[in-house]
Structures are given as structure tokens and as C-alpha cells.
């Protein structure tokens, strides 16, 4: 048995609790502990005859720490158990509502949108001096700028990271043709080329404008300069379209763009009566 020492002998016997039993107990011929008896000390004992605790040994402070945490630990595995018992049926009406090809090209649609690099620019841009390669998400939250490409949580992204969770919502809405929304994620996939090209053509438009006003604050021959270079400088959109011509489109773009067309179909796709 297992109890703790709540009294030690002195004239009278000490007193070990089990199980909410009184036991009492001497140290001579019962006490097999490797150190002294001491209150709240754990214990494990023999039920003698007369309610007498004999053969008693100690319980080490490692074991009973890991008896602690094994409790613990089957403690939140019954719990994690529950939660996943209680969140079976929500997940099987997602797969009914939805469909499993579609929930699959969503997955699929999502994990590429956010991990794989979708577009890739190994040369330099003018003026910016680097290349780069992005996935879908990081385009929208892009900033190019002259010491390279920055990211920032822009409303573009939001809006991107809202239209990828769309399917997700779509089965569990009520209204007629709520199933149009399904075709938000490859309306955005459908114009990232444009995004690319809006975004490098405001760089360059930019960087003409800084350059120019740099060179009119100087005034004098700077400013006839200025003139000047402004009628031999390439228009910012010719120079945008030059960058997204050497552009290579990657695996996330692709996957992404396929999963978003396979969503439509499987969305649309009656199913059998």
C-alpha cells in the first residue's frame, strides 16, 4: 500500500495514512527506508495485523516526479483524445459539405500559395541591383524599392490570405450562388502577371520622378539635364514589361493556378443523386 506520514513515533507509535486509514507504525522492525522517517513523507507499506503498517520503504522524490508526469501526461493525451472525439463529426460534414476532391485541391492550393516560390527573376532589375524569388503571398506584400524587395502585411495580402480560406466557408453559407466565390482564388491567380507588372511599372515611374525633381532642385545645367534625360528615358512601362518578360513562372504559381482551375471544376461538378 501507499500512504504519508503525517506523525512520527516518539512515545507514542507514528501514524501513516492510506486511503484515508490511520496506520500505525514503529521504526525499529518496520522502517526499511534508506533515510529517517519525516512528515508528508511518502511511503509504501504492508498492512499488518491490528492496523500496524510494517515493511516500509520510502519513495524517492525522481519517482514519485515521474509518476507525476506520467499522470500529467495520460491526463492531456484523454483530453487531446476528447477534443478530437468532439471534433470528428465538424470534420466530417466539412468533407461531406465540401466534397473530398475539392477539401484535397484547396489543401493543395494553399500550401502552394503560401510556401512554394511561385515567380523567380535571376537577373538584376535597373537600379535595384538584385533579383528575386517569391511565393504567391509574399508578391502581394511586396515592396520594391532601391535597396531591393521588402515585405509588409499589405491589404493586398490580407485579401489574398481571406480569398485562399474562402473554400473553406463556402460550403456552410446559405445564399443561392455562393458558389461563385470558389472562383475568387483563380481571379487572383488569373491576375498576379498584371500585379507583377503595376508594381514594377510604380518603381520605375518613382525612381524617374525622384530622379528628375533631385535633378531640377539643382537647378542650372542639372535641371536642363533633367529635361533632357526625361525625353531619352525609357517609358516606366516599357521598362516594367521588359522585367516581367524575363520572369520565369515557378512550381507555385503552377500548382496554385492548376488547384484553383481543379477547384472550379470539382465545385461546379454535379453530383450524383
Known amino acids: 500500500m501507499r500512504g504519508v506520514v503525517v506523525k512520527l513515533p516518539d512515545s507514542e507509535p507514528g501514524i501513516i495514512v492510506a486511503d484515508g486509514t490511520q496506520y500505525n507504525f514503529q521504526i525499529a522492525g518496520s522502517w526499511q527506508g534508506s533515510v529517517a522517517p519525516s512528515v508528508n513523507q511518502t511511503v509504501e507499506f504492508t498492512e499488518g495485523t491490528g492496523g500496524v503498517a510494517t515493511d516500509i520503504t520510502t519513495i524517492s522524490r525522481e519517482t514519485l516526479a515521474q509518476e507525476r508526469l506520467h499522470t500529467l501526461g495520460k491526463g492531456l493525451m484523454d483530453k487531446g483524445e476528447g477534443f478530437s472525439d468532439n471534433l470528428k463529426p465538424y470534420v466530417k460534414l466539412q468533407i461531406e ?62 485579401v489574398g490570405l481571406l480569398v485562399m480560406f474562402v473554400p473553406w466557408v463556402t460550403p456552410w453559407l446559405s445564399f443561392p450562388r455562393k458558389n461563385f466565390l470558389n472562383l475568387l482564388p483563380l481571379l487572383v491567380v488569373s491576375c498576379l502577371p498584371f500585379l507583377m507588372y503595376m508594381k514594377a511599372k510604380s518603381f520605375f515611374e518613382d525612381l524617374q520622378s525622384s530622379t528628375n525633381g533631385l535633378m531640377n532642385g539643382l537647378g542650372g ?45 470539382t465545385t461546379f461538378k454535379k453530383r450524383p443523386s
Not at 516594367?240 to 500548382?255: C, E, L, M, P, Y
Request: hydrophobic share 55%.
Open 97 to 158: 459539405l465540401m466534397t473530398l476532391p475539392s477539401l484535397v485541391v484547396t489543401a493543395a492550393m494553399e500550401i502552394s500559395y503560401f510556401f512554394f516560390s511561385a515567380f523567380y527573376f535571376n537577373q538584376k532589375i535597373p537600379f535595384v541591383n538584385t533579383g528575386f524569388s517569391v511565393t504567391i503571398d509574399q508578391l502581394l506584400g511586396a515592396d520594391i524599392g532601391m535597396n531591393g524587395i521588402g515585405y509588409s502585411f499589405t491589404f493586398l495580402r490580407v
Open 221 to 265: 545645367l542639372f535641371g536642363q539635364f533633367s529635361a533632357q534625360q526625361a525625353l531619352s528615358m525609357p517609358d516606366p512601362g516599357v521598362l516594367a514589361r521588359k522585367v516581367i518578360s524575363q520572369i520565369t513562372f515557378g512550381f507555385g504559381f503552377w500548382v496554385t493556378l492548376l488547384a484553383a482551375v481543379a477547384l472550379v471544376i
